[in-house]
C-alpha cells in the first residue's frame, strides 16, 4: 500500500453537490429555489389538494347524501348459496369458518343469511345474524339457528 493508492472507504463520502455554501460553490445566492414565491421559502410544503390558490376540487363539488359511520355491515349469505355447500361439503354443520375456507366471507366480515333460493338439507348454521324467512326456512327442515 502507497499513498497513490489510497481510496477513501466504501460510503465514507457523499457525491451529492451541497446546496447554499456560498457564491464560490455554484449553488450558492438562491440554492437552486429561484426568486420568492412560496417554494423559495424554508419549512414549505404542498398541502394536500392545494391548488395554487384556485377553489380546490374537494370544496368545488356539491356534496349530499350521509353515510352513518357507526353502521354494522353484514356479508350477505342466501339458503341457496348454503344448499351449494352443504352439497359440496357433504356436511350438516355450516359455520363461520367453513364460509372463509371456501372464500363465500372475507376472515373479517359478518354475516347475515337470507331467504333467497330453497334449502333442501338439514343444516345447523352458525352466523352473526339471520332475516325471518331464512331461520323458518332452515328450522323447517329440521336444522338449527346459531346466533353469534
Given at each position: 500500500?502507497?499513498?497513490?493508492?489510497?481510496?477513501?472507504?466504501p460510503?465514507?463520502?457523499?457525491?451529492r453537490?451541497?446546496?447554499g455554501?456560498?457564491?464560490?460553490?455554484g449553488?450558492?445566492g438562491t440554492s437552486?429555489?429561484?426568486h420568492k414565491?412560496?417554494?423559495?421559502?424554508?419549512?414549505?410544503?404542498?398541502?394536500?389538494?392545494?391548488?395554487g390558490?384556485?377553489?380546490p376540487?374537494?370544496r368545488?363539488?356539491?356534496k349530499?347524501?350521509?353515510r352513518?359511520?357507526?353502521?354494522?355491515?353484514?356479508?350477505?349469505?342466501?339458503?341457496?348459496?348454503?344448499?351449494?355447500l352443504?352439497?359440496?361439503?357433504?356436511?350438516n354443520a355450516?359455520?363461520i369458518?367453513?364460509l372463509?375456507d371456501?372464500?363465500?366471507?372475507?376472515?373479517?366480515?359478518?354475516?347475515?343469511i337470507l331467504g333467497?333460493?330453497e334449502?333442501?338439507?338439514?343444516?345447523d348454521?352458525?352466523a352473526?345474524?339471520?332475516?325471518?324467512?331464512a331461520?323458518?326456512?332452515?328450522?323447517?327442515?329440521?336444522?338449527?339457528v346459531?346466533?353469534?
Amino acid at each position: 500500500m502507497e499513498l497513490n493508492n489510497l481510496t477513501p472507504a466504501p460510503g465514507s463520502t457523499k457525491s451529492r453537490r451541497r446546496i447554499g455554501r456560498g457564491q464560490g460553490s455554484g449553488r450558492g445566492g438562491t440554492s437552486t429555489r429561484g426568486h420568492k414565491g412560496a417554494k423559495s421559502r424554508s419549512g414549505y410544503s404542498k398541502k394536500l389538494g392545494f391548488e395554487g390558490g384556485q377553489m380546490p376540487l374537494q370544496r368545488r363539488v356539491p356534496k349530499f347524501g350521509f353515510r352513518n359511520f357507526n353502521r354494522v355491515e353484514y356479508k350477505a349469505v342466501n339458503l341457496d348459496d348454503l344448499q351449494k355447500l352443504a352439497d359440496k361439503t357433504k356436511g350438516n354443520a355450516i359455520d363461520i369458518q367453513l364460509l372463509i375456507d371456501n372464500g363465500v366471507i372475507g376472515k373479517h366480515d359478518l354475516v347475515k343469511i337470507l331467504g333467497r333460493g330453497e334449502l333442501k338439507a338439514k343444516l345447523d348454521v352458525t352466523a352473526h345474524a339471520f332475516s325471518s324467512s331464512a331461520s323458518e326456512a332452515i328450522e323447517k327442515n329440521g336444522g338449527k339457528v346459531i346466533k353469534l
